[in-house]
Structure formats: structure tokens, C-alpha cells
């Protein structure tokens, strides 16, 4: 089956700084990935969709100079969390949808990001 | 626009029992619908997925779920429930345009007891 892979798993760092958070889809391309936020005991929030080679396209509410994200290829996104604060600190899942799929998305593991 | 309900938030449920899991959508188009499954500090996996064709749909783990049009719903069953079963349950719903983007329900906790 298809297969996403998040890296780091975790991660930890001072308020300030930038975290970069990958995500790959190892056996098959990807022209679609988003990136989505979870609270504890909530459902997931869509951050934004990521298309290969072009801009992304983020939903209402979410800062895309805070939240950059990049998909330079057709196996990679990247979301990095620029001037991270304590409240960014949640679980962030991406997720791929393979080109020519039908509706069907693959998630990754998730990153857990504290930010202290 | 889409959106999703599921209508337990909790279903505490003892072992070897059946379990259903309610959802409902709601699209001004057609639309593809969705299981996933999230254990703790995991990410989502792929219960099972109605695209078109049969309104019976089975999934992996013994789950299956029916697409109803007429009620636009899309409930999650399975007829005899383990241990292991317990998670948190997703229903999401993607419009059939092939836009790809998911709208999720609030999930369901399912509690599996001995």
C-alpha cells in the first residue's frame, strides 16, 4: 500500500525558533499533499494543500508567513513553522494523494511539536 | 460546501459485542466518504472509502459501512468487536470533483471492554 513518512516523529524547541517538518510519500508521486492540525481530542483542521510546483493554498484563519510550506517535488513537503510559540505546540499529520488518484489520501504518522 | 457529523462523540462497548459508529454528511454534489482510524499518537489509517458502485462497502479489520444517498449517511459497523479495536474513529467526506480536500467529522471514541 502507499506509504507517507514524517520526519522528526517529535520534536522540542524554544519559543523563537523555526522547526522544519518533512513529508514524503516513499513508493508513489504525489501532486497533492496537505497539512493538517490536531489538537488533543479533536478532529483534524486543514492547514493547507500543498500542489507540486506551485504556490500553496492555505485555508482561512492560518498564517501562511508563519506556516511556509514548500513541495519541490512530486515525493516531498515541507512545512516549517517560522518564530514557533508555545501555542503552535500540537500534532501535525500530512497527508498525499498520488496523481490520477480518486479522492483517496494517505496520512503520515504525524509530527508531535512542543514548543517551551 | 461540505460538512460532516458524527453523532457520538463517545460508544463504550463491550467485547465481542457489535458496534455501529454514525455518520452523516451533508454536499451539494456527489461526494466520496471516508473511515479512518487513529490509535494514540498516530497518524490516520485507511478503514475504508466509497468512491461509486456498491453502497456496501468493506474495510479492513472486519469493518464494514454502508452508503445511504437518501439519508446521506454513511455509518461504520462491525459485528464483533475486540480489544484492539479501540481508537478514535474519523468519518470525512471529499467532494467528487476531485479537489482532493477531506473535510472531517469531530470522531468518535470507540472504548472496547472486557
Known amino acids: 500500500g502507499a506509504v507517507v513518512s514524517q520526519h522528526p516523529s517529535r520534536v522540542i524547541c524554544k519559543s523563537g525558533t523555526s522547526v522544519k517538518i518533512e513529508c514524503r510519500s516513499l513508493d508513489f508521486q504525489a501532486t497533492t499533499m496537505f497539512w493538517y492540525r490536531q489538537f488533543p481530542k479533536q478532529s483534524l483542521m486543514l492547514m493547507a494543500t500543498?500542489?507540486?510546483?506551485?504556490?500553496?493554498?492555505?485555508e482561512q484563519g492560518v498564517e501562511k508567513d508563519k506556516f511556509l510550506i514548500n513541495h519541490a517535488s512530486l515525493t516531498l513537503s515541507t512545512l516549517t513553522v517560522t518564530s514557533a510559540h508555545p501555542e503552535d505546540s500540537s500534532f501535525y499529520i500530512c497527508?498525499?494523494?498520488?496523481?490520477?488518484?480518486?479522492?483517496?489520501?494517505?496520512f503520515g504518522p504525524g509530527t508531535r511539536l512542543l514548543v517551551l | 460546501a461540505q460538512s460532516v457529523t458524527q453523532l457520538d462523540s463517545q460508544v463504550p462497548v463491550f467485547e465481542e459485542a457489535p458496534v455501529e459508529l454514525r455518520c452523516n454528511y451533508s454536499?451539494?454534489?456527489?461526494?466520496?466518504l471516508f473511515w479512518y482510524v487513529q490509535y494514540p499518537n498516530q497518524g490516520l489509517q485507511l478503514l475504508l472509502k466509497y468512491l461509486s458502485g456498491s453502497t456496501l462497502v468493506k474495510g479492513i479489520n472486519g469493518f464494514e459501512a454502508e452508503f445511504n444517498k437518501s439519508q446521506t449517511s454513511f455509518h461504520l459497523r462491525k459485528p464483533s468487536v475486540h480489544i484492539s479495536d479501540t481508537a478514535e474513529y474519523f468519518c470525512a467526506v471529499s467532494e467528487g470533483n476531485n479537489a482532493g480536500k477531506s473535510t472531517f467529522g469531530d470522531g468518535t471514541t470507540l472504548t472496547v471492554k472486557p
Open positions: 497527508s498525499a494523494r498520488s496523481t490520477g488518484g480518486v479522492g483517496t489520501q494517505y
Open positions: 500543498s500542489n507540486e510546483g506551485s504556490k500553496a493554498t492555505y
Open positions: 454536499s451539494s454534489v456527489s461526494v466520496y
